[in-house]
């Protein structure tokens, strides 16, 4: 069955770096579009990253523009999102989500991963 | 930027309906999406393309479209569709997906 499965999350201190792994299986990789989405505690839905299906092409929220970076290993069927500069205001669950090849919804869902900054 | 507006919350007693809307220039020319996030839980995809069930969601949900404002309507609600429930879309040139802020529906 098709699986978004998160990883890498912690706590880090303010200026600090940490790397998110979404590790899929059940689908094709190369056939979707996967998404970074995050949510902090107690607030909504933020949408922060994309990759197109061979990684060239990226779009980023502007909250994050800069200081992340989403790329995609096609042979591990694995996507990351790269975060630098992390701010107290990063602090949140970070989700991968699948988007339909139909049109722009999000149709699986991994579990999330806490990232915590705070010194 | 773009943004999505929803109501912060709803509250309907069991049996009612519930209505949420979700308000964005460019909804006219993208499809609206609707999310459904319990406590603890990822976000279910509950409606697509504006009017459309996902797979497995009971016929009492609903979406409409009037304009640059979308509608989820649940019907007859009941005591397990307490929950936060998000509208997301593109803008208009499709580079940028949003969320609306969240719609916290209380079963009275």
């Given at each position: 069955q098709v699986q978004l499965v998160e990883s890498g999350g912690g706590v880090v201190q303010p200026g600090g770096s940490l790397r998110l792994s979404c590790a899929i299986s059940g689908f094709t990789f190369s056939s979707y579009v996967i998404h970074w989405i995050r949510q902090a505690p107690g607030k909504g839905l933020e949408w922060v990253a994309v990759a197109s299906y061979d990684g060239t092409e990226k779009h980023y929220a502007d909250s994050v523009k800069g200081r992340f970076t989403i790329s995609r290993d096609t042979s591990s069927s694995t996507l990351y999102l790269q975060m630098t500069?992390?701010?107290?205001?990063?602090?949140a669950v970070y989700y991968c989500a699948r988007e339909r090849n139909t049109d722009a919804a999000f149709d699986f869902w991994g579990q999330g991963t806490m990232v915590t900054i705070s010194s | 930027s773009y943004e999505l507006t929803q109501p912060p919350s709803v509250s309907v007693s069991p049996g009612q309906t519930a209505r949420i809307t979700c308000s964005g220039d460019a909804l006219p020319q993208q499809y609206t999406y609707w999310y459904q996030q319990k406590p603890g839980q990822a976000p279910k995809l509950v409606i697509y393309q504006d009017t459309e069930r996902s797979s497995g969601i009971p016929e009492r949900f609903s979406g409409s479209s009037s304009g640059t404002t979308v509608t989820l309507t649940i019907s007859g609600v009941q005591a397990e569709d307490e929950a936060d429930y998000y509208c997301q879309s593109t803008n208009s040139s499709g580079r940028l997906w949003v969320f609306g802020g969240g719609t916290k529906l209380t079963v009275l």
């Open positions: 500069s992390l701010r107290p205001e990063d602090t | -």
